[in-house]
């Protein structure tokens, strides 16, 4: 089959690779009909996630046509059109039991590597570096699911791929990243990052009761799309973010600050910035974190920081301090995507949210080495692409 592979920093190609077979018999096999490309995926294109081999698959936003079934799978049957969670997991350990499905303590069959830099190991996930598994990724012709009872989610209704293809990740995400703040009515939420993930977010913390969001970004096209979705905007490169933040809440700072940007951000010359920036490239530091340390400052006192954005190691400069005296709560983490899936789903089918809005190229699959580099270059109005296989 043709599959996007990883070969290096900065280099992605379209191989012919072997067809994935059925190894367990709770797997099934997904011919892809739609895959996604994540902004998570463009820290594996940029060398920021450790543990990636060359000719590793990526992707982990596939949904398609089950051509083959485990013996042990009960819910799913060949035919059966599904969405498929990046989140690989088993669905009766422990942290399954709990819903905390990103948190799977049998899926990752890499665990005592992760365990090693985490203390304990995340689930399995598609596409993913061999930290989380090592599983071949969905932006392929065909890809191997594992406990499929537990992931997939099958489609009966007319919705489009494109309606559908969010739930595999990035609707699912922007829900759990605004579900974590624990809006109260009528607060405010700063949403820092308006790529796919932060225009989730947007969406859904009017959901959850926000009476005001505000999206920080500095790319137009995504400003714009944020504007739409009813957030005010900053642009970080005409305004000072802190500044301006302050100004809309009366010097109190927003309740909900969440970083829907993570390891890559961007400043204008700060400090953090220019540190980050001189230490990353040799890797004396892992993660470029300025929004982190933004949102920390800007957040109201005893308001919440949620972290969507994904984080690799160790984090330099992080404001502490402040984060105590101000009585922060922090909480994050790789979407337990399961929990959302069906709820989500209904919002789809209640017609309360399209979240195809967000798509703005659609290719087919041998064309992803360069959909990788319009994404994350931002060029051509670039916000979100769906590949064809
Ligand atoms: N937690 C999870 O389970 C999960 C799932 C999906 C994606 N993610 C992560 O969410 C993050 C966002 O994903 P995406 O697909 O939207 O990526 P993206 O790269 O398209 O979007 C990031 C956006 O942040 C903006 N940005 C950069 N520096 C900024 C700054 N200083 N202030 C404000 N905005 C800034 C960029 O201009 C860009 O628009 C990534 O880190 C991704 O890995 C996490
Ligand atoms: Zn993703
Ligand atoms: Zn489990």
């Not at 990752?108 to 570096?129: D, H, T």
């Not at 905007?233 to 301006?244: C, G, H, L």
């Not at 340390?293 to 949620?306: D, H, L, Q």
């Amino acid at each position: 089959m043709r599959a996007l592979c990883w070969h290096g920093t900065g280099d992605v190609r379209v191989d012919t690779v072997p067809d994935p077979s059925i190894l367990d018999p709770t797997d099934v096999i997904v011919r892809v009909t739609s895959t996604a490309i994540c902004g998570s995926d463009l820290h594996l294109l940029d060398g920021f996630v450790p543990t990636m081999e060359p000719g590793d698959i990526l992707g982990h936003e596939a949904m398609g046509e089950v051509v083959e079934v485990g013996k042990a799978v009960t819910r799913l049957r060949k035919g059966d059109r599904v969405v498929v969670p990046f989140v690989i997991a088993c669905g009766v350990c422990w942290f399954c039991q709990r819903g905390e499905y990103s948190g799977c303590d049998v899926s990752n069959p890499e665990a005592a590597m992760a365990r090693k830099v985490m203390g304990e190991a995340p689930a399995g996930l598609f596409g993913y570096s061999h930290m989380t598994g090592g599983f071949p990724g969905g932006q392929a012709e065909y890809l191997r699911v594992p406990f499929a009872d537990v992931g997939p989610i099958r489609i009966e209704s007319g919705l489009t791929d494109e309606q559908v293809l969010f739930l595999s990740d990035i609707f699912p995400t922007g829900y759990f990243a605004a579900d974590l703040c624990g809006i109260e009515p009528g607060d405010t939420v700063a949403v820092w990052g308006c790529g796919p993930v932060g225009q989730m977010v947007i969406r859904s913390a009017w959901m959850l009761g926000a009476g005001r969001v505000v999206g920080i970004d500095c790319v137009p096209e995504r400003l714009a799309m944020a504007a739409a979705g009813k957030a005010e905007v900053i642009n970080f490169e005409d305004e000072t973010v802190y500044d301006r933040l302050m100004e809309l809440t009366g010097g109190r700072g927003p309740d909900r600050c969440i970083d829907a940007v993570g390891c890559e951000a961007h400043g204008l010359g700060s400090p953090d910035t220019v540190l980050d920036q001189v230490k990353t490239p040799v890797r004396l530091a892992t993660d470029r974190a300025h929004v982190l340390r933004e949102a920390i400052m800007c957040c109201r006192k005893f308001g919440t920081v949620s972290i969507p954005g994904v984080y690799v190691g160790a984090v330099d400069k992080l404001p502490m301090g402040p984060a105590m005296n101000k009585g922060l709560t922090f909480r994050m983490g790789q979407t337990p995507v399961q929990r959302y899936m069906q709820p989500l789903l209904e919002k789809i089918e209640a017609g309360i949210i399209d979240p195809s809005f967000v798509i703005t190229h659609r290719l087919p699959l041998e064309q992803a080495p360069e959909a990788y580099q319009t994404f994350r270059d931002k060029q051509d109005g670039c916000i979100k692409v769906v590949l064809h296989p």
